[in-house]
């Protein structure tokens, strides 16, 4: 205890001189995810933004999926790998599940304490996601205070929120509570903020005293509109991996080296296949998390199926494809097995970054069960579809308006039969002409990408917090 005492006292005595001597700060930014950087596109698009204004760029997060070429590339910025925690089995008493949760967080704590004072804290800005808010933001707050860090957090959610539907209790628990307190408080150390909607920066700054900057989510470069030859050779290559899954249909729709399931090569000439000749393509990106009810999507397609069965011999086969990972993947594979469609098929598949994009570019409807749990943020998956031209059936929730237009960019529904009947507005009878005119419409969209949004929003944020400090 004396050691941990000493230890603290000096750090509160030494950092604070330190910090002012000339030359200890650097035009270096330090980005805190307390999660897989290569699942946090957002956290990838600010860190490679940053290195426009800043000489380097440090990344802490744990080291899980890949991120970005362009970050695994580039020398200017510097990884450091957060040890990633080992997951719970589902189900597990909640005395235990609360004391794997104290443990995770003081373990936790003390490494990013070493790293956010001996690694980083050279760095003139620290940007931190939220949530996850505990122990993050407490320990950054306070140790930017110590080192004199520009702090600037990046609400992307309610942390508190997300606790109360992952321990199923509500937000009256004393937990969840402790959560909010701890959230509210040190939130408001913050010298920056940016938030995902204008919902979400009316309500930091009504019940938080929070004064943000919305930066809504942008598709980067790399999300474009479809490239008939790209979308070739992705679907030769995903057509050999998933094999077993597509057999039968590849065979329906008679593929071979030229012909894929969506694209033909005419004498070197790659262009799209019609629908009808081809199964209509539905893509969904989700974490198989409690946020997001696939029961209604799997609904949705027996209805559909069952249509195509009886008396809608005109509407195409559907081939959905559902990409991502998350704890309640493999739930849901197992009743999709037990689904037996005759004009369905799906296949659950993991993408590498760069060939996300490119699935999007390919497919006809994108499909999002994001449901928020504050009800104040908006999901990242509709913005890579609309930034590739793809429109999408979406589940309705309070701030949703802020991105999907319902009849002019997309299509917006709260139950299964809505969404079944959606699909069945987009490809039957040739009703191709919506899906085009929903098209149409997202030709702008794409046009402000995030570059350029960022650049407006985000850039001063950081630029305003460096003259404050050389004032």
């Known amino acids: 205890l004396l050691v941990v005492v000493v230890v603290i006292g000096l750090t ?11 030359g200890f700060k650097k035009k270096e930014a330090c980005v805190l995810v307390l999660g ?3 699942r946090s596109p957002r956290m990838q698009y600010h860190i490679l933004s940053l290195l426009e204004i800043m000489n380097r760029v ?3 997060a744990y080291d899980g999926s890949k991120p970005l070429d362009a970050i695994c590339k580039s020398k200017r910025i510097d990884k450091i790998a957060i040890p990633t925690p080992p997951s719970l089995p589902a189900g597990l008493p909640r005395p235990l599940f609360i004391a794997y949760a104290i443990i995770k967080v003081l373990l936790q704590s003390v490494y990013l304490l070493y790293i ?4 980083v804290s050279r760095c003139s800005h620290l940007l931190v996601q939220n949530p996850p808010s505990i122990p993050v933001l407490p320990l950054a707050a306070i140790v930017s205070k110590l080192t004199r860090t520009k ?3 990046d609400w992307h959610n309610y942390g508190y929120s997300i606790l109360a539907l992952k321990a199923g209790s509500g937000r009256r628990s004393l937990l969840v509570k402790f959560a909010h307190w701890i959230e509210r408080t040190f939130g408001q150390f913050g010298d920056g903020h940016f938030c995902v909607t204008e919902a979400m920066r009316e309500d930091l700054n009504q019940h938080w005293n929070v004064s943000a900057v919305t930066l809504h989510d942008r598709p980067p470069p790399q999300f474009k509109h479809p490239d008939a030859s790209t979308s070739h050779e992705l679907f030769l290559r995903f057509q050999e991996e998933h094999q077993e899954v597509l057999g039968s249909l590849l065979d329906k729709f008679h593929c071979d080296g030229d012909t894929t399931l969506v694209t033909s090569n005419q004498n070197g000439k790659c262009s799209f296949r019609e629908i009808g000749a081809r199964p209509a393509v539905l893509v969904s990106s989700t974490s198989w998390t409690p946020d997001e009810d696939f029961s209604i999507l799997l609904k949705a397609l027996t209805q559909y199926d069952k249509k195509c069965s009886s008396d809608s011999p005109s509407l195409p086969h559907l081939l959905c494809i559902i990409t ?5 993947k493999e739930r849901y594979k197992k009743e999709i097995e037990q689904l037996g469609f005759s004009n369905v098929t799906i296949v659950t598949a993991w993408l590498k970054i760069e060939d996300y994009p490119r699935m999007l570019a390919s497919a006809d409807l994108g499909i999002s069960l994001h449901l928020s749990s504050s009800g104040l943020d908006l999901p990242m998956k509709v913005v890579d579809m609309f930034g590739c031209g793809l429109p999408v059936c979406a589940i309705n929730f309070s701030c949703l308006h802020e991105l999907v237009e319902d009849g002019v960019n997309g299509l917006v529904f709260d139950t299964s039969h809505q969404l079944a009947e959606q699909l069945q507005l987009c490809f039957g009878d040739g009703k191709s002409g919506v899906i085009s005119g929903m098209r149409e419409k997202l030709l702008s969209f794409s046009n402000n990408g995030w570059d350029k949004n960022w650049t407006e929003n985000a850039k001063p944020v950081f630029l305003q917090c460096s003259n404050t400090e050389n004032k």
């Open 58 to 60: 440090k990344t802490v």
């Open 324 to 328: 991502g990972k998350g704890p309640e």
């Open 151 to 153: 702090f600037i957090i």
């Open 12 to 22: 509160v005595i030494v950092f604070p001189l330190l910090a002012i001597l000339p």
């Open 116 to 119: 956010l004072l001996f690694r």
């Open 36 to 38: 897989d950087l290569g």
